[in-house]
């Protein structure tokens, strides 16, 4: 795993599945009530599976998860509440608001939302962003995007042998 913190974003460059996975429980740490996560990608670049490694991080139970394409929104009990919705099949903004998801932004729990860019102006302002790009079979790119304090925690629940980027 590479790690690469900047002023407005958090690059890391993931090798695995189980990379992604630490990924997904070190941001589960930092998740507060009220969080809104737009997840962006191509097909199969992984969302589903950063998805779930957070909601398990937040302690949902392993498993759980499903991919949300065809019920659209799902919605898991864990530390918070969890709700995970997959927008790929939605068309318009009035599809969207129709989940009932905006309602749940300034709740109790953390939305967790695939294909989010589709309808990125219905996300608050103060949403994380976490862009997936394929680089390989199994290698991923991922770009966090967040308040410079909430990138800077993540970062430093990852493991990485750099000692002098722990300190920045």
Same mark, same amino acid.
């Given at each position: 795993?590479?790690?690469?913190?900047?002023?407005?974003?958090?690059?890391?460059?993931? *090798? #695995?599945?189980?990379?992604?996975?630490? +990924? /997904?429980?070190?941001? *589960?740490?930092?998740?507060?009530?009220? &969080?809104? !996560?737009?997840?962006?990608?191509?097909?199969?670049?992984?969302? &589903?599976?950063? %998805?779930?490694? +957070?909601?398990?991080?937040?302690?949902?139970? =392993? /498993?759980?998860? *499903? #991919?949300?394409?065809?019920?659209?929104?799902?919605?898991?009990? /864990?530390?918070?509440?969890?709700?995970?919705?997959?927008?790929?099949?939605?068309? @318009? $903004?009035?599809?969207? @608001?129709?989940?009932? !998801?905006? @309602?749940?932004?300034? /709740? $109790?729990?953390?939305?967790?939302?695939?294909?989010?860019?589709?309808? *990125?102006?219905?996300?608050?302002? &103060? %949403?994380?962003?976490?862009?997936?790009?394929?680089?390989?079979?199994? #290698?991923?790119?991922?770009? !966090?995007?967040?308040?410079?304090?909430?990138?800077?925690?993540?970062?430093?629940?990852? =493991?990485? #042998?750099?000692?002098?980027?722990?300190?920045?």
């Amino acid at each position: 795993m590479q790690i690469h913190l900047n002023a407005d974003s958090l690059i890391i460059e993931l *090798a #695995s599945e189980a990379e992604t996975e630490q +990924i /997904g429980h070190a941001s *589960a740490g930092v998740i507060e009530p009220g &969080t809104v !996560i737009g997840l962006v990608g191509p097909l199969g670049a992984g969302k &589903t599976r950063l %998805s779930r490694a +957070i909601a398990e991080g937040l302690g949902v139970a =392993p /498993g759980a998860i *499903a #991919s949300p394409t065809f019920l659209l929104i799902h919605e898991y009990a /864990g530390r918070l509440p969890v709700f995970h919705a997959d927008c790929y099949r939605l068309h @318009d $903004p009035e599809e969207f @608001d129709s989940l009932g !998801i905006v @309602d749940d932004f300034e /709740g $109790p729990g953390v939305c967790l939302i695939e294909w989010a860019d589709r309808f *990125a102006d219905r996300l608050p302002a &103060t %949403s994380w962003w976490l862009d997936l790009q394929p680089t390989g079979v199994e #290698s991923r790119r991922l770009v !966090i995007r967040a308040r410079p304090s909430i990138l800077k925690q993540i970062a430093d629940r990852l =493991p990485f #042998s750099d000692q002098a980027f722990r300190n920045r």
